[in-house]
């Protein structure tokens, strides 16, 4: 498998197929300062609140999908189109507008690899020129929860079920319960952190670290692709990079925990965990 497999793309190979002409909308869900100095020729932008949504003290909730189709359609954006998510921060956000076009049953789409900043690290050319992509016709609808979606009522039915693993994507501070940012500290009871920012290759513009790599650490931690792999950070936006991980090196059964601590972390009957381990 390589960088190029679906689900993730790199910089030189998207390139390559702009310059073909493919049938490709790259969407860029970074910041919109930095979209304005320069972004990817052709890229249209989507605020990344445009898909989340909150109630109360919980965050991170499935984007409404009324407004959620204005803002595909607007970047012409149809059913039959070719994604290709960016952003400026090593994936979080573009991964999460990609777990949400999964949950719509729309899988043609796939990761820059190292985002806009590994393009333009790349060498490759930028533009200040805005897009304006004919519209498209998109009635978003979420016909693929059950394949991609983890509530918090599925997590404690699992909590004792060795089929199922939970992987924390927060940092160390918020897992053991010492960085607290819900009305309780710590994780779910069995647990595993490892925060999203491992997967980066800081050495190079933030791409993924090679899959070798990303697969002997899964292995070591218990992430193995026999088990139904269940991501959450604060409000599944950091584990939405290990939701698309996952996805590309093909584990069969992947799923994002919308809400996540700010749920879990804010009920008052959850369990909870302390500590590093």
């Known amino acids: 498998m390589n960088r190029d497999h679906p689900w993730i793309i790199s910089p030189e190979e998207l390139s390559r197929r702009l310059e073909e002409g493919s049938d490709l909308r790259v969407i860029d869900l970074g910041d919109a300062d930095t979209f304005a100095r320069g972004h990817i020729p052709g890229s249209v932008q989507i605020p990344f609140q445009a898909l989340v949504h909150g109630d109360g003290v919980v965050k991170g909730l499935l984007a409404d999908a ?5 803002h595909l359609e607007a970047a012409g954006v149809t059913p039959e189109t070719t994604i290709i998510a960016c952003d400026d921060e090593g994936g979080g956000r573009a991964s999460r507008l990609l777990w949400t076009l999964a949950t719509a049953g729309h899988t043609r789409a796939a990761l820059l690899d190292g985002g806009r900043d590994a393009w333009i690290a790349a060498g490759l050319p930028t533009s200040t020129e805005l897009a ?3 519209a498209g016709h998109y009635p978003v609808h ?7 979606v983890a509530t918090r009522d599925e997590i404690l039915r699992h909590l004792r079920d060795p089929h199922y693993a939970l992987w924390d994507a927060r940092s160390p501070a918020e897992f053991s319960g010492e960085d607290v940012r819900a009305a309780r500290g710590g994780h779910i009871p069995g647990a595993i952190n490892l925060e999203w920012t491992w997967l980066m290759d800081n050495a190079h513009d933030r791409r993924l670290k090679d899959e ?12 193995t692709p026999n088990r139904c792999v269940v991501t959450y950070c604060q409000t599944h936006h950091r584990s939405a990079l290990p939701w698309l ?16 601590w700010s749920d879990w972390g804010n009920a008052e009957t959850t369990p909870v965990a302390t500590g590093s381990a």
């Open 132 to 134: 304006t992509p004919e």
């Open 66 to 70: 009324a407004e959620l189709s204005r």
């Open 142 to 148: 979420y016909t693929a929860r059950e394949e991609t």
């Open 212 to 223: 070798a790599t990303i697969r002997e650490k899964l292995d070591f931690l218990g992430f």
């Open 245 to 260: 991980v996952l996805k590309w090196l093909g584990y069969p059964e992947v799923k994002g925990y919308p809400g996540a």
